[in-house]
């Protein structure tokens, strides 16, 4: 079973802020506070705190992910799921994560972050709950930065003015 999460900047802009800018796995947590949801496993995800200068988000308007779930190994959390009111799910699932983080993620909506005191905050919520995980983070993707394309293809674009200033790699 395959499940869309979709995250939205107006709503969500703390998971969206983690997922994009801080490279936090999102998709991993929310799985696994799924998990530990339905079968009644205790624990908290440490997130990472950080003065992002460059903000990735701007021209960004919501982003999306898929969560796997085998037929036989998650059989309950499949059930679980289909129980939920119809429409939904989604909700459920973001709120759903942000219970197992180890604290609000408020930093994240200040203009200038004062990381010391963020830390500071995070682990006096931190020493206060039991059974914190520190995830990961993600590995960027890389992403080609030029376009593949034959010779014959290449001249065809050429003549129809489509390649300006794209960068193309002939194959």
Same mark, same amino acid.
């Given at each position: 079973?395959? $499940?869309?999460?979709?995250?939205?900047?107006?709503?969500? &802009?703390?998971?969206? #802020? *983690?997922?994009?800018? =801080? %490279?936090?796995?999102?998709?991993?947590?929310?799985?696994?506070?799924?998990?530990?949801?339905?079968?009644?496993?205790?624990?908290?995800?440490?997130?990472?705190?950080?003065?992002?200068?460059?903000?990735?988000?701007?021209?960004?308007?919501?982003?999306?992910?898929?969560?796997?779930?085998?037929?036989?190994?998650?059989?309950?959390? $499949?059930?679980?799921?289909?129980?939920?009111?119809?429409? &939904?799910?989604?909700? #459920? *699932?973001?709120?759903? =994560? %942000?219970?197992?983080?180890?604290?609000?993620?408020?930093?994240?909506?200040?203009?200038?972050?004062?990381?010391?005191?963020?830390?500071?905050?995070?682990?006096?919520?931190?020493?206060?709950?039991?059974?914190?995980?520190?995830?990961?983070?993600?590995?960027?993707?890389?992403?080609?930065?030029?376009?593949?394309?034959?010779?014959?293809?290449?001249?065809?674009?050429?003549?129809?003015?489509?390649?300006?200033?794209?960068?193309?790699?002939?194959?």
């Amino acid at each position: 079973m395959n $499940i869309t999460v979709r995250l939205y900047k107006l709503h969500d &802009y703390d998971l969206i #802020f *983690l997922y994009k800018n =801080l %490279r936090f796995p999102v998709k991993d947590a929310m799985k696994k506070a799924l998990e530990n949801f339905v079968r009644n496993e205790h624990s908290f995800f440490d997130y990472p705190i950080a003065n992002v200068h460059s903000d990735s988000l701007r021209n960004l308007t919501n982003a999306q992910f898929h969560i796997k779930l085998n037929e036989d190994e998650d059989e309950d959390i $499949i059930l679980f799921l289909e129980g939920l009111k119809r429409n &939904y799910r989604n909700s #459920f *699932l973001k709120n759903l =994560l %942000r219970g197992y983080m180890a604290g609000p993620i408020a930093y994240v909506y200040q203009e200038m972050v004062n990381v010391e005191d963020e830390t500071k905050r995070k682990n006096s919520i931190e020493n206060n709950i039991m059974n914190v995980k520190a995830l990961d983070l993600m590995k960027f993707k890389n992403k080609k930065k030029y376009l593949k394309l034959t010779e014959d293809q290449r001249k065809l674009f050429d003549q129809l003015g489509i390649l300006d200033n794209v960068p193309v790699k002939i194959i």
